[in-house]
């Protein structure tokens, strides 16, 4: 049975950092890539980054770039099969739940391209 379970959301005060979790079973995660996406309330969810199968290259969704550039890190330590996400300098805009999801590809951008997603964690940052 293929999992994914992202962990380590909670409530901070804008300026705090916080490391997101992914947890992955159930399939070869060496084969696949694996994004980080978000849910603001009352939006849409947003691709934020990724991190490539093979090479571990990391990719920031363009249309955040912007407004993570510096403070997302996306990383992937394949013997755990985890995927982390640290945020640093978090602001109110970053409140929202933070779930992860899994592409064959060597590398992935829209939801589309990601077959397994996990549940998501909740980060809420205070002004």
């Known amino acids: 049975e293929v999992q994914l379970q992202a962990s380590g959301g909670g409530l901070v005060q804008a300026g705090g950092s916080l490391r997101l979790s992914c947890a992955a079973s159930?399939?070869?995660?060496?084969?696949?890539?694996i994004g980080w996406f978000r849910q603001a309330p009352g939006k849409e969810r947003e691709g934020l980054s990724c991190i490539g199968s093979k090479d571990g290259s990391t990719y920031y969704v363009d249309s955040v770039k912007d407004s993570v550039k510096g403070r997302f890190t996306i990383s992937r330590d394949n013997a755990k099969n985890m995927v982390y996400l640290q945020i640093n300098s978090l602001k109110p805009e970053d409140t929202g739940v933070y779930s992860c999801?899994?592409?064959?590809?060597?590398?992935?951008?829209?939801?589309?391209?990601?077959?397994?997603w996990g549940q998501g964690t909740q980060v809420t940052v205070s002004s």
């Open positions: 999801a899994a592409s064959p590809r060597a590398r992935a951008g829209d939801a589309y391209e990601y077959d397994f």
């Open positions: 159930g399939f070869t995660f060496d084969d696949y890539a």
